[in-house]
């Protein structure tokens, strides 16, 4: 009897790029993972070189795939990414310059050259997005003006997991939902938007062919599978932004479910019927995309940049040596609401429901006694306040479902005070993936519709056997919270925006 197939979803993610086997029925059989090579040249930029990136996820594969005695097994394969960050590449597949990191704050000028030529309202109704400067047409417009050489060599650009896909297969490839990370997409149309593409001094013809999900690329090269540990009979299919392709596995992509996925950064996504054309969406810096598999689904989405990052950056201050179990054993012992002490997440910005690039973290209501634990947990409850504040803020919008049930994936669902904090902030119960992994198994599904080995994605979801974990708001927990919400947190990025812009003035 010949052996189950397995699938393999690769998670290249802002701190980790991280390759895991599957069961056909999403049982976890191996994992490989490698640090995400990044490098910071000057303060607020961030860059990747391709090569690393490549030789990295190379290094994961192989160590997952070591793990089962017949990789032959390996039927099929997919790659999600962070969303923004792009790979410029010349006619011989060669990158032409550094990848500029989907959080890099370089491209501001850009931004504002974009709003003043078309209009912040006009963008928005185009591409769905309110204009900041992670986009990936920010930085193309960026390298044009400050690497002229780099850009007049490139003669193609592929977001991360495209490209990762193409250095697998040789076939190059976007989808929609980094397509909706853009700020060159159409999004009623779902192609390119041409027109703007050329208005900007760009050649559409540097963007690869936008692909369903699950479209099969083809097989893993000869070379590629020599580098991984791969076979040449796995086939690979295109998946998209790490976010949405972890809503998939979480069954997250239906109306009137708010999907929290809890990494490095926060997302929190709300399904459409179809692209809303309030324009309030766009002052508040709220998003649209698309995903298609089998029919296209529209969705708006908030966020913030640093979510499970505030949590690193914490750990950081104590040289990382303190082990999470720790932590959150220290923070449990400090009462709701940590005696007043209270803090704001805006390490990289502010995104929505007020963009300001220019908003920065802050710590206030401090007092003599606030020590480690008291500290960590403002940390977790101003990541679940800024939550609910994009949460609120989304829900009085016109035309949106009412809130049927919350689903959370993503790695700081490993932790179960912040979890417990997030669930006493919303009031409202939180369904949790067990398995932290859902943009991987995500991404494994999609390479399965690659291989064939699923009819349809109806059939993939009805075969999954991964568990999830209610957690309840904690009754004694809920009250002190709102209180705290709305009497000083609401208030407290207006009341300190005058100083960080203060500060950003004195820095520039």
Not at 204 to 217: D, E, K, M
Not at 230 to 259: I, M, N, Q, S, Y
Not at 384 to 409: K, M, N, Q, W
Request: aromatic fraction near 8%; hydrophobic fraction near 45%.
């Amino acid at each position: 009897m010949a052996a189950a197939p397995l699938l393999c979803g690769i998670d290249a993610g802002t701190t980790r790029i991280r390759a895991l086997l599957f069961t056909t029925r999403g049982r976890l059989v191996a994992e490989g993972s490698r640090p995400t090579p990044v490098e910071r040249p000057r303060p607020g930029w961030a860059e990747h070189d391709p090569e690393a990136l490549w030789h990295a996820t190379c290094e994961a594969l192989r160590e997952a795939v070591a793990k089962v005695p017949d990789p032959g097994r390996i039927l099929g394969l997919a790659v999600a990414s962070v969303g923004e960050a792009l790979v410029a590449l010349d006619r011989d597949g060669r990158p032409t310059c550094r990848t500029i990191a989907w959080y890099d704050e370089r491209p501001k000028r850009e931004v504002a050259f974009l709003e003043a030529e078309f209009g912040k309202q006009r963008l928005h109704a185009l591409t769905g997005l309110a204009a900041d400067p992670t986009f990936s047409l920010c930085k193309l417009l960026w390298l044009k003006a400050n690497q002229p050489d780099a850009i007049a060599r490139t003669t193609s650009w592929l977001n991360v997991c495209h490209y990762l896909a193409w250095r697998l297969t040789g076939v190059p490839g976007a989808d929609l939902t980094l397509a909706s990370r853009s700020l060159a997409l159409d999004l009623g149309r779902r192609v390119w938007a041409e027109d703007l593409i050329r208005a900007v001094g760009l050649d559409p013809a540097l963007f690869a062919p936008i692909r369903r999900w699950g479209t099969r690329l083809g097989n893993v090269t000869a070379q590629a599978a020599a580098a991984t540990g791969l076979t040449t009979g796995c086939a690979v299919g295109v998946a998209g932004h790490d976010h949405l392709v972890g809503a998939l596995a979480a069954r997250a992509l239906a109306p009137g479910v708010l999907f929290n996925s809890m990494g490095t950064a926060e997302a929190l996504t709300f399904v459409l019927e179809q692209p809303s054309a309030e324009p309030s969406l766009c002052a508040r810096g709220y998003n649209q995309g698309v995903v298609e598999v089998e029919r296209p689904v529209h969705y708006v989405f908030g966020g913030f940049p640093t979510s499970g990052a505030c949590i690193e950056w914490f750990r950081g201050l104590f040289g990382a040596a303190v082990p999470h179990a720790q932590l959150i054993a220290e923070g449990a012992s400090v009462p709701a609401g940590c005696h007043g002490a209270t803090f704001l997440p805006d390490l990289r910005g502010r995104v929505s429901p007020v963009p300001d690039p220019d908003a920065r973290g802050a710590w206030f209501g401090l007092g003599a006694d606030c020590d480690r634990a008291t500290l960590y947990r403002a940390v977790l409850e101003g990541l679940a306040f800024e939550a609910r504040l994009t949460v609120d803020d989304l829900i009085a919008l016109p035309g949106l479902h009412p809130i049927t049930s919350v689903r959370a994936i993503g790695g700081n669902t490993r932790n179960p005070l912040l979890i417990r904090i997030k669930a006493s902030v919303y009031d409202r119960p939180i369904i949790a993936a067990e398995m932290a992994e859902a943009t991987a198994l995500g991404a494994a599904l999609l390479g399965g519709l690659a291989a064939g080995v699923f009819p349809d994605l109806t059939t993939a979801l009805d075969g999954l056997e991964t568990e999830v974990a209610t957690v309840a708001p904690e009754p004694d927990w809920v009250a002190p919270y709102d209180a705290l919400y709305r009497t000083v947190y609401r208030p407290a990025y207006a009341a300190l925006r005058p100083l960080h812009h203060a500060l950003s003035a004195l820095r520039a």
